[in-house]
């Protein structure tokens, strides 16, 4: 019921920046957290940021600690991953991730994923 869509991926240099977006939409009540996670080839997904509804309380990983800032803008109904100082390492699909609990149930749904590539 809650359909999330990002954008903004890229290739971009080493040391470069990029700002992911994540359109939210359907049954949107009730959403207590929201996330980015990403997936490089031969891993597992991974847990980049996240930042709750309630207080807007972040957490990173802390590979990105310090490089990447994760926002949300309500009037907008959009989350966003602000990510500087970019490394080889950092290249991964990157998966907008919202957490539902309704009537005590929890509910994941994921987006599409979009690539990131940092390169030169």
């Known amino acids: 019921q809650v359909q999330l869509v990002e954008s903004g991926g890229g290739l971009v240099q080493p040391g470069g920046s990029l700002r992911l977006s994540c359109a939210v939409s359907?049954?949107?009540?009730?959403?207590?957290?929201m996330s980015w996670y990403r997936q490089a080839p031969g891993r597992e997904r991974e847990l980049v940021a996240a930042?709750?509804?309630?207080?807007?309380?972040?957490n990173y990983a802390d590979s990105v600690k310090g490089r990447f800032t994760i926002s949300r803008d309500n009037a907008q109904n959009t989350v966003y991953l602000q990510m500087n100082s970019l490394k080889p390492a950092d290249t991964a699909v990157y998966y907008c991730?919202?957490?539902?609990?309704?009537?005590?149930?929890?509910?994941?749904?994921w987006g599409q994923g979009t690539q990131v590539t940092v390169s030169s």
């Open positions: 991730n919202a957490h539902q609990n309704v009537r005590g149930w929890d509910y994941d749904y």
């Open positions: 359907g049954f949107t009540l009730h959403i207590r957290a």
């Open positions: 930042i709750t509804s309630a207080g807007g309380v972040t």
